[in-house]
């Protein structure tokens, strides 16, 4: 969680700056990048804690999160396009942007900051997942053996 707050305090601060630097080429482009490189830190961490979470539906988890995300760019296409009013000018979109990348601390910090809810943990949950899939094996867990080790008919008739 420390990574997808970060990541958004760090994109809001990016787009900020952009309303007083965006006028030098260089430091618009160095903006721009930073932009990018922030903002999308935020998708893969929050479709990976989705789909932590997800249980049997992993792939609905990961396709929602993903049309989210998709939902997302066009609104706030939108937003930005609308931003571009004549009396903010070229600073509109950006401070379009620090004022959405903002709002998302709201809901991250309070998720955050919440406690589990009843029922089974992280952990649990993960752990429970692991055992049905086969996947995420606890430490100390064995590997099963391999077909040449287990002694089994089919590989000792191919043997002779």
Do not use: C, K, Y
């Not at 709201?106 to 406690?115: E, G, M, R, S």
């Amino acid at each position: 969680m420390a990574t997808t707050i970060t990541a958004a305090a760090a994109t809001a601060l990016v787009l900020l700056l952009m309303i007083p630097l965006s006028g030098n080429p260089v430091t618009a482009t160095v903006l721009v990048f930073l932009m990018g490189l922030t903002g999308f830190t935020v998708n893969p961490v929050v479709t990976a804690l989705a789909v932590r979470f997800a249980g049997d539906a992993a792939t609905l988890t990961s396709a929602l999160t993903t049309s989210a995300f998709n939902v997302g760019i066009a609104a706030g296409s939108w937003l930005a396009g609308a931003a571009l009013d004549p009396a903010l000018g070229l600073t509109g979109p950006p401070l379009a942007g620090t004022v959405i990348a903002a709002l998302t601390l709201l809901p991250l910090i309070a998720l955050a900051v919440a406690p589990l809810p009843d029922g089974p943990g992280r952990g649990e949950v993960f752990r429970r997942r692991a055992q049905r899939t086969g996947h995420g094996r606890p430490r100390g867990h064995r590997r099963p053996e391999r077909p040449e080790e287990s002694g089994s008919p089919l590989v000792r008739a191919v043997e002779t």
